[in-house]
């Protein structure tokens, strides 16, 4: 027992080792990347499903390797969460993001609005929102149509910072938007307690409509619920026409997801641009 036990503690060294080691390399590397501009900034339309019109994009960061892989932000946001790389990274996603709505909307798609994903570490940060307005002036894009998308784990964990945040941030008038709506929690009440514009219903609901019972009922319950509040909807992750039939039948309107398009480099969601418009 003593000689089994001591391998499995010899198994487990070099197991934790390894990972430990794995860990420190893609940190590295992840580095490099932030300061040789490796990221890139790829684009997913929010799509109003009665007109099939875009209505927004939402900007998701990339990592582009040197052989070309593209790493998605799974892989590295919660590493640049520990390290602080989420902050630099940050700035050149919000950057990157209200240059390009700029563009957009001085080629005449100005009604466009832009949702980009901040974290509960970045609310840390005192200073995020003095940050986030000097970006949105230097690009000179309305803070109308921004948005920013927090995930329902910040607005629970009701910590000061972030009730600040989120009313400072609603005073400029910017946006919020919860992401990952209904995701495994019970209480709701915090839905009162702040400045929500609007909820963007899981992926992980909208995935087996319409023939899964349980998912539609919890999906026709979350937009009651956003119906009765007075707060916008997005669903998220649409893949068939017989989602879009559900929601619509329902009256969620927009949505986003593979159906309409996956996220996209900047110049891709210009051609979508121009094709939907000249329907
Ligand atoms: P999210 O905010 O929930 O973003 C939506 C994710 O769902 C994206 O994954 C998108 O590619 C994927 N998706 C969209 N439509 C469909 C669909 O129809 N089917 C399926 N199966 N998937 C769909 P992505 O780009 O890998 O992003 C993953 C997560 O990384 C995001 O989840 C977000 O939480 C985070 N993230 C991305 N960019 C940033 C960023 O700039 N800052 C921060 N803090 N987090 C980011
Ligand atoms: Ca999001
Ligand atoms: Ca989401
Ligand atoms: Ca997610």
Known sequence: AKERGRNIYHVYTVVLHEELNKRMKLMKRL?????????SVYYQPKVDMNSRRIVGAEALVRWIDDDGTIIG???FIPIAEDTGLIIPISDFVLKTACKQLSAWHSLGFSELSMAINLSGKQLQSP????QIMQIVEDSKVPPQSLELELTEQVFIENIQSHTNFMHAVRDKGIALAIDDFGVGYSSL???KH?????LKI???FV????HDKDDATLTQTIINLAKSLDIGLVAEGVETEAQVEFLLDRDCTIGQGFLF????????????LNQYKGQ
């Open 202 to 204: 899981d992926r992980s």
């Open 207 to 210: 995935q087996d409509l319409p």
């Open 127 to 130: 200073d995020l929102v003095e």
């Open 31 to 39: 580095r490099q990347a932030v300061e040789r501009d490796k990221l």
């Open 73 to 75: 932000p799974d892989q």
């Open 194 to 198: 702040f400045p929500v514009n609007s």
């Open 261 to 272: 398009s996956r996220p996209i480099p900047a110049h891709e969601f210009t051609q979508l």
């Open 189 to 191: 009440s915090y839905l």
